[in-house]
């Protein structure tokens, strides 16, 4: 630390009078430090300080420099890179072929993952450090988390999961000079001691029963062998796509899912009043209560919107789980709340992306805010002990060796 003289001093030596000077004199004295520590590192490797002859016990000695231009926090910094005679000296703190040393990388990733666009991006560390960024070199910075993405997607996952919820959200992509329709397939896991995971992100052309098949069958080879209550939207052959996979899992259709699809073609004169007369049903104490409310919907309103009816009764065997269950796992399952509330997460980052390049542009971004949700999920889900112990209840062979 310099004193306030030595400060004084150094500001009258430098002529220092605008912040401007400031950054110059900076910048000069990063590449002084970046030149001496490489200047030291080659003295490390060749075992002898230069002009030390005394102590040399090496045939190898410096053989020059090369010239270099490296971008830094105080913009384009020039060093001159220190060579050996046998050619094998790799500096550490400029490496070959390193041309930057500077946060940039990780403020590009950062940025990128908050949604902001290529040019805004440019816009940014233009104004900030000077530096002048290509959107191929946005591109290619982002594109090395890639083989952290897929690292993360392959990972090994627990053997038992207690609740997971499957949905979809979708986004519209380029593909072969077209912009097509893409399904972004998340699980989301509560395993066995509470805590919730994204379990996985998979990039499909709209949502099918048949790519969540592949979607089971790849949780199931990461080590997923068991899944007590699947909680899924009302996606035709859903169903036999989890007994493929997972026989013994219970399946929840999503309630907010089968009201949202019920009152799709109600007349709005009539909205206020469907749904209202759909709530008994599903905020029952019981199944048999449900059941009559769903007869009391059909007697007043089955007339005029059959399918509704017909909707209820067809996915009844699914949508009547939760009623066997105390509420607070049937807060729990009753509905994808879970999963929505991530998606919401998720669209706050991508609203400002109409389209995306490609399937990984669109991954990519996925994966980065799932890292900043994971983040907030510390702890366990509420009153989790009491929910486990009426687990255990329910499925005693499956749950009791996870009991304390």
């Known amino acids: 630390m310099l004193t306030r003289e030595q400060m004084k001093d150094f500001i009258k030596e430098n002529e220092i009078q605008t912040v401007d000077d400031i950054q110059r004199v900076l910048k000069?004295?990063?590449?002084?430090?970046?030149?001496?520590?490489l200047e030291a590192e080659l003295d490390t490797h060749l075992g002898y300080e230069k002009h030390d002859d005394n102590n040399k016990s090496t045939e190898n000695r410096r053989n020059g420099h090369s010239s270099k231009s490296v971008r830094s926090d105080?913009?384009?910094?020039?060093?001159?890179?220190?060579?050996?005679?046998?050619?094998?000296?790799?500096?550490?703190?400029?490496?070959k072929g390193?041309?930057?040393?500077?946060?940039?990388?990780d403020q590009i990733i950062a940025l990128y993952s908050k949604g902001i666009s290529t040019r805004d991006i440019q816009s940014h560390l233009e104004q900030l450090y000077g530096i002048e960024v290509s959107p191929t070199l946005i591109s290619n910075i982002t594109n090395k988390i890639m083989p952290t993405i897929k690292e993360w997607q392959s990972r090994p996952l627990q053997s038992t999961y207690a609740f997971v919820f499957l949905d979809a959200i979708h986004y519209k992509v380029k593909q072969d000079g077209m912009i097509v329709n893409k399904a972004s397939y998340m699980v989301i896991g509560i395993d066995m001691d509470g805590r919730k995971d994204v379990l996985g992100i998979?990039?499909?052309?709209?949502?099918?029963?048949?790519?969540?098949?592949?979607?089971?069958?790849?949780?199931?080879?990461?080590?997923?062998?068991?899944i007590l209550i699947i909680s899924v939207d009302n996606l035709k052959g859903f169903n036999e796509a989890i007994s493929a996979c997972?026989?013994?899992?219970?399946?929840?259709?999503?309630?907010?899912?089968?009201?949202?699809?019920?009152?799709?073609?109600?007349?709005?004169?009539?909205?206020?009043?469907?749904?209202s007369a759909?709530?008994?049903?599903?905020?029952?104490?019981?199944?048999?209560?449900?059941?009559?409310?769903?007869?009391?919907?059909?007697?007043?309103?089955?007339s005029k919107y059959p399918l509704i009816v017909n909707?209820?009764?067809?996915?009844?065997?699914?949508?009547s789980t939760f009623f066997k269950y105390p509420p607070e796992i049937r807060k729990i399952i009753y509905t994808t709340n879970?999963?929505?509330?991530?998606?919401?997460?998720?669209?706050?980052?991508?609203?400002?992306?109409?389209?995306?390049?490609?399937?990984?542009?669109?991954?990519?971004m996925l994966y980065l805010v799932t890292q900043d949700v994971l983040k907030k999920w510390t702890g366990r889900v509420h009153n989790w002990g009491q929910i486990l112990l009426q687990l255990s209840v329910f499925f005693p062979d499956r749950v009791n060796r996870y009991l304390p």
């Open 28 to 37: 000069d004295l990063f590449a002084e430090t970046l030149q001496g520590m």
């Open 74 to 95: 105080y913009g384009e910094v020039d060093i001159d890179v220190p060579r050996d005679r046998s050619g094998d000296f790799a500096p550490v703190i400029v490496k």
């Open 202 to 226: 998979w990039i499909g052309e709209n949502e099918t029963a048949k790519f969540w098949l592949v979607v089971l069958n790849e949780l199931k080879n990461r080590g997923v062998e068991d």
């Open 278 to 302: 759909l709530k008994p049903i599903y905020s029952a104490a019981s199944e048999a209560s449900g059941r009559e409310a769903l007869e009391e919907f059909n007697r007043v309103w089955g």
């Open 338 to 364: 879970i999963i929505e509330s991530y998606h919401r997460q998720l669209r706050k980052v991508t609203k400002g992306k109409a389209i995306f390049p490609t399937d990984d542009a669109l991954l990519k």
């Open 246 to 275: 997972y026989p013994k899992s219970e399946i929840q259709k999503c309630i907010v899912h089968q009201v949202r699809n019920s009152v799709r073609f109600v007349n709005y004169k009539d909205l206020k009043k469907v749904t």
């Open 311 to 319: 909707s209820w009764e067809n996915n009844w065997p699914e949508l």
């Open 98 to 105: 390193q041309r930057n040393v500077t946060g940039i990388e």
